[in-house]
């Protein structure tokens, strides 16, 4: 049977002499008497502290932390619905506002704090945070401008990380179709919130395992708090972006926001349409470029083809007239002839006279046996002869023809015939063009069967026949 004891109101202390009357409690009766004192007394709290032994969600989805100061530490725990609801992000070491109700745990005779919202506690706090993780990445190499790639001059494929539905896609597109429409690709995502950092980072490396891949990459959201814009500065968006073998553009908030994965991506865009204004150039003005250096090239093939001309018809003036060339030629062809004659004829006589004398000298039968022979051999030579100046004489003339094809070619006459004409002036000199011919000047114009005169009477490119 439980005992009372007296006791003083004021003090609470027990009277002496008294018999006890205080009444009796089982632990689960004090445990959960306090709960309730706890709960009713404090209700909804804001707590500020400095989170302690977070290693993210528990297997069964619940958080389970303690938030410290200077001299006190308080367990806490968010409960699994409640954590992917969270505005703040929790991180170990972080310090926050943590909005719950106090209440105590009976199986371990400790109070808690069961957190509803998180909050940063200070934008000093995220800096530090920001700092220390910037730090540690670029120790690593991550933002190194050795390891950052090209932006492709006109790409084909465009792919887009943003959110689906927010006016940063549709700025993109209309910046891209303004200047040189491609094939945009998107892949949406959150870009705020707790799972934002993750859906971001498997949308790169998304794009980056496609068989056919996108030729550029641009990251995208609009301005926000640095809270709004965390997503951006985790590590697993880093390391998505170091890991993109595409070349990757960041179009992270606003002119004024930076985030780490500005550091890491290959190039950094103030806003998103500057993105996009990076990423292709104006078709217009590439149209134009284009047309400029058509012109130029077909003026320098001009002017090419102007040269060689004029190279071509200085080398003419050089060279001597086909008739020159011919007229050597010729004149040895004639006197070889002509010594060919007198030479056979001359051979043939000394060989007969020699004849003549051996003949006396013989008896008349073996004279007319050395005679018969002697007179089939200059047979054969006179045959052989007359064989070797056909031969000679063809050749010569193969010659001749061949020098007088290239006189033909060489000859301004065959010009004339093809339909074109000479201008001389009274003097015969050429005149070769309409701006060195003076009013009332006399011509003479050469065509091919034969010439005319005319006079210059109404400008420098007409004239009449006279």
Not at 303 to 313: I, P
């Amino acid at each position: 049977m439980s005992q009372a004891w007296d006791h003083d109101p004021e003090t609470g202390e027990i009277l002496e002499g008294k018999q006890p009357n205080l009444s009796e409690y089982s632990v689960s009766e004090i445990s959960h008497a306090l709960k309730r004192t706890l709960e009713d007394r404090f209700g909804h709290v804001r707590v500020r502290g400095e989170i302690s032994g977070f290693r993210g969600p528990h297997s069964s989805g619940h958080c389970y932390f303690s938030i410290k100061d200077e001299g006190a530490k308080l367990d806490a725990v968010v409960w699994r619905g409640t954590f992917s609801k969270l505005r703040g992000k929790l991180q170990e070491g972080l310090e926050v506002i943590a909005t719950g109700k106090i209440t105590s745990y009976p199986g371990k005779s400790s109070y808690q704090i069961v957190i509803e919202n998180v909050e940063t506690a200070g934008i000093g706090a995220l800096m530090a945070l920001l700092e220390e993780r910037k730090r540690k990445l670029a120790a690593e190499g991550l933002f190194d401008q050795a390891r950052k790639k090209p932006i492709p001059y006109l790409p084909r494929v465009i792919g887009v990380v943003t959110s689906p539905t927010g006016a940063v896609i549709r700025d993109i597109l209309h910046r891209l179709n303004d200047r040189f429409p491609r094939h945009v690709m998107v892949w949406p995502v959150r870009v705020q919130g707790e799972t934002a950092a993750a859906e971001v980072a498997a949308a790169i490396a998304g794009f980056n395992a496609m068989a056919v891949k996108p030729d550029v990459l641009i990251v995208a959201r609009g301005g926000g708090s640095l809270e709004d814009l965390w997503g951006f500065n985790e590590e697993i968006v880093v390391r998505a972006v170091a890991a993109s073998v595409i070349p990757l553009i960041s179009a992270v908030g606003h002119e004024t926001d930076t985030t780490l994965i500005d550091f890491v991506s290959d190039l950094r865009a103030p806003t998103p349409t500057a993105a996009a204004e990076h990423v292709v150039p104006v078709r217009a003005d590439l149209v134009e470029r284009v047309a400029k250096l058509d012109a130029r090239l077909s003026g320098g093939l001009w002017r090419g083809l102007e040269d060689s001309k004029r190279t071509v018809r200085n080398l003419a003036r050089a060279l001597p007239k086909p008739d020159e060339i011919l007229a050597l030629a010729r004149q040895r062809h004639d006197a070889a002839a002509g010594r060919l004659s007198q030479a056979l004829r001359a051979n043939t006589q000394l060989h007969r006279s020699g004849f003549e004398r051996v003949a006396g000298r013989l008896s008349l039968k073996p004279q007319q046996q050395q005679i018969a022979r002697a007179s089939k051999s200059l047979e054969r030579l006179s045959r052989t002869a007359a064989r070797a100046v056909r031969v000679i004489l063809e050749r010569r003339r193969q010659a001749l023809e061949s020098q007088g094809k290239l006189f033909d070619s060489l000859n301004h006459k065959s010009v004339l015939r093809r339909g074109f004409a000479l201008v001389k002036d009274m003097n015969g000199n050429l005149i070769r063009t309409a701006a060195s011919v003076v009013p009332g000047q006399r011509m003479e114009i050469e065509f091919a069967d034969g010439t005319v005169k005319a006079k210059e009477d109404s400008g420098p490119k007409q004239g009449s026949l006279f």
